[in-house]
């Protein structure tokens, strides 16, 4: 079987959002689709609706429409992020608020494909996948595309892709290891400093001023407005240099997002070590399917193997001891006792994700589980 040695980029695949299509799959393996009406009949407290967006990010989107309807924002919920420059559909719930209100919402560049009452929200996670349909320009050559997909045997590594470790400096999970090793002014200033990939010059030369002077009075003058999030840390630490109450003052998503992206950082690492001869390891198992797609909560005598995002009660073998002493951490670190409320026990991800449905007509055409990236993917074709 071929792999890629490395995580895929997947080329050019998003010049603009109608080279990338994505639609949600649910649970119950219904697609949902672009420009198509769906509803389901139900009663409840909860309104049910297909988001439909274009050059928007999910949070954004949720931004706006939260205003829009008048209601605060964590009135929303939502079972997947979808790429902002994208075409996507995603499911999202609003909690009472008239189906009607979430139907006649004009924002530009989203739509809403249809709208219906039910007794819960929707749940962070519980969708099945995604189906994209993508438009390369760097692609292996058009008739190499069948024999790449036939040596692929309808499956490809599991790495976490780069927008995993940000979108555009790639430190996530930088500031997570400097968090785990409890280096708390040192993932503040690199979160707020590190200009590593920064397209903006004013953000840039903020960032510059600031890890010269560390003057954090000036820094709230000369941070862009768009960076809400560094100015939320600057504003806290002109008051008190308390940097781990700096890092509290984000959102706790935020802070979990650091420590995820440092645990998906040595999953890709490890994976990478085994492409020639990935095989049951110690404290691995093997999982089944649900519609196709792995299910790690179906444990089975065969089937797709499940590795570790190593947490603090993971039980860690001899090849994910060396990776945890070459980065200088033990799974005890991600206890994070000052910080106890982003602690991470560990969990299991698949080494191999399913290329499902998988099709070429000029365009790329496949579904993937949820949490795999559609970058890595096409990764296997542009090399």
Known sequence: MYFSKTPGTGGTIKNKAEDFLVEEIMPDGTILELNKKFELPGEGKFTHFILQKKDWSTSSALLETAKRLHIGHKRLNFAGTKDKTAISTQLVSAFDVPKEKITAIKIRDMQINGAWNAPDKVRLGALLGNRFTITVQGAANEE???EIAEELQGKFPNFFGEQR???TRRNTHIIGQKILEEQFEEAVMVFLCDCGGEQNESAKHARQELESTKNFHDALKNYPKHLRLERKIIAYLEKSENYVGALKSLPRSTLLLFIHAFQSHLFNRMLEQRLGNIELEEGEYFCGET???PDTGKAESEGWICGKLIGCNSPVNSREMAALEEAGITKEHFKIPKIPEIA???TYRTLLAPLKNFQ?????????????YATVAMGEFTK
Not at 360 to 372: I, T, V
């Open 360 to 372: 070429y007509n000029g365009k790329f055409r496949f579904e993937l589980p949820a949490g795999s």
């Open 291 to 293: 519609l196709g797609f």
């Open 165 to 167: 470790f940000g979108s």
């Open 344 to 346: 991470s026990k560990g």
């Open 144 to 146: 190499r595309i069948p």
